[in-house]
Nanobody, 116 residues
């Protein structure tokens, strides 16, 4: 069965950096586009960054130029390097397959809190 384990969150100040990691199992990882999503308190979950099977990437406008998504198919992992963090980046961050394929399963996520 699908399992996704996110890690690397924490509490930082504005302008600082964090790197999130996601370990995936239970499916053919290299065959899927993967993505990072986030959900802030009182808001809908949103797509933050996506990387396809050819390593082409796409980002939400709000994070473009500050976040970088990458994948390692040998370890079934994706990462999200986040720099110049802002208070509005505060959210629980989740990894999953792309929006057309993620189904109903979600991992526990990892909390990112950015203070001014």
């Amino acid at each position: 069965q699908v399992q996704l384990v996110e890690s690397g969150g924490g509490s930082v100040r504005s302008g600082e950096s964090l790197t999130l990691s996601c370990a995936a199992s239970g499916f053919t990882f290299s065959g899927y586009s993967m993505a990072w999503y986030r959900q802030a308190p009182g808001k809908e979950r949103e797509l933050v960054a996506l990387i396809d099977t050819g390593r082409l990437t796409n980002y939400a406008m709000s994070v473009r130029g500050r976040f970088t998504i990458s994948r390692d198919n040998t370890r079934n992992m994706i990462q999200l390097q986040m720099s110049d963090l802002k208070p509005e980046d505060t959210a629980i961050y989740y990894c999953n397959k792309d929006p057309n394929n993620y189904g109903t399963y979600w991992g526990q996520g990892t909390q990112v809190t950015v203070s001014p």
